[in-house]
């Protein structure tokens, strides 16, 4: 039986990564589970390389894609700079209207973040029901302001920015809106398509305040399967055991109705938008209190554990163990 849609899974990704992928002189941060971008050394300062496709939605995915990747380079601390789209657009379905809402939705979100399109690929695909845009952001961290997902270290706290999950509220929106109109109706229907804006699948700013403010050890974006994927990478990636009480974590009015209209987990459903943050507890509440005067949501869930000490997830006064989710909620619906 093949993989379920969604990412491969992490034993058969580490595998495949310690037996092909090949560093080099100036590689900083290679291909690793739970690290964001890969780091090169241009001597001043780091460049930073991220790719990431948009698979799950067709409207808006010029905006989705500009922004998924920018979310990774600043994690690391970054500012990103440059953009390249490859746009496959599936046979028969193209047309010059098409092709241009794209080009025209990368093009205004780079706009709003700095960021210069400079390059990609286009074609008509076979075999595509709808458009697929793989974007790659190249970002600029100095050097001593780099920011990895393998520097959590025990003692420090965890903080989680703006909620969960966006991302998923903002798919479910586009892809089942009829569903969610019929239940909720029309005005909750567009402030759920609205996410993409508001809260905003963008952590540039919040990573900014986190690192302005000082004390942050490592933070990375939940993505694919949802916080409880990203939770588990950042463990995986800085070796350190995890502790989170599941009644702090942040989710957003409509991101639990919708969840609980689909029957879907919110804490397993894509979640771009979100920033995790491991820092040390002297700076926790400086971090809060800064992204709070910055007009964002914010909140201390958990802390970290030395790596003997396991990953768990709190409820109720009841531990049990933290876990990779098979799959994406999101892909779980699309797909079952």
């Known amino acids: 039986m093949g993989f379920p849609v969604g990412k491969l899974p992490i034993e058969?990704?580490?595998?495949?990564?310690?037996?092909?992928?090949?560093?080099?002189?100036?590689?900083?941060?290679?291909?690793?589970?739970?690290?964001?971008?890969?780091?090169?050394?241009?001597?001043?300062?780091?460049?930073?390389?991220?790719?990431?496709?948009?698979?799950?939605?067709a409207p808006e995915i010029g905006r989705y894609a500009v922004q998924i990747n920018a979310n990774d380079i600043a994690t690391m601390g970054g500012v990103p700079r440059w953009f390249l789209a490859t746009v496959l657009l599936p046979e028969g379905k193209t047309d010059e209207a098409l092709a241009e809402e794209i080009f025209?939705?990368?093009?205004?979100?780079?706009?709003?973040?700095?960021?210069?399109?400079?390059?990609?690929?286009?074609?008509?695909?076979?075999?595509?029901?709808r458009p697929i845009v793989v974007g790659q952001m190249l970002g600029e961290v100095e050097r001593d302001r780099l920011v990895t997902s393998d520097g959590a270290r025990?003692?420090?706290?965890?903080?989680?920015?703006?909620?969960?999950?966006?991302?998923?509220?903002?798919?479910?929106?586009?892809e089942r809106g009829a569903a969610i109109s019929a239940r909720f109706g029309a005005k909750f229907l567009s402030?759920?398509?609205?996410?993409?804006?508001?809260?905003?699948?963008?952590?540039?700013?919040?990573?900014?305040?986190?690192?302005e403010t000082g004390g942050v050890h490592a933070m990375h974006d939940p993505t694919e399967g949802g916080l409880a994927s990203g939770l588990m990478e950042l463990g995986l990636a800085s070796d350190v055991g995890l502790f989170v009480q599941k009644e702090k974590?942040?989710?957003?009015?409509?991101?639990?109705?919708?969840?609980?209209?689909?029957?879907?987990?919110?804490l397993s459903s894509i979640a771009s938008g979100a920033l995790l943050i491991a820092c040390d507890p002297a700076s926790t509440e400086?971090?809060?209190?800064?992204?709070?005067?910055?007009?964002?949501?914010?909140?201390?869930?958990?802390?970290v554990l030395s790596s003997g000490?396991?990953?768990?997830?709190?409820?109720?006064g009841k531990r049990q163990p933290l876990t990779i989710p098979p799959r994406d909620e999101i892909a779980r619906l699309f797909a079952p």
């Open 286 to 303: 400086n971090i809060l209190s800064a992204l709070d005067s910055r007009g964002v949501p914010s909140a201390a869930i958990g802390r």
């Open 154 to 174: 025990p003692g420090d706290n965890l903080i989680l920015t703006k909620g969960v999950p966006i991302e998923a509220v903002s798919i479910l929106a586009r």
């Open 249 to 266: 974590i942040l989710v957003t009015p409509e991101g639990k109705l919708v969840c609980d209209l689909f029957g879907i987990d919110p």
């Open 191 to 211: 402030r759920c398509r609205d996410y993409v804006r508001r809260p905003g699948l963008s952590v540039v700013p919040d990573a900014r305040i986190a690192v």
């Open 104 to 129: 025209a939705e990368i093009a205004a979100a780079c706009r709003e973040t700095g960021i210069a399109l400079c390059g990609g690929h286009t074609e008509i695909t076979a075999g595509l029901s």
């Open 12 to 57: 058969t990704l580490q595998r495949l990564l310690a037996a092909h992928a090949a560093g080099g002189d100036r590689v900083i941060v290679g291909p690793r589970v739970g690290e964001d971008c890969a780091v090169i050394d241009m001597g001043a300062s780091f460049l930073l390389a991220k790719t990431d496709p948009i698979t799950f939605v």
């Open 309 to 316: 000490e396991g990953r768990w997830i709190e409820e109720g």
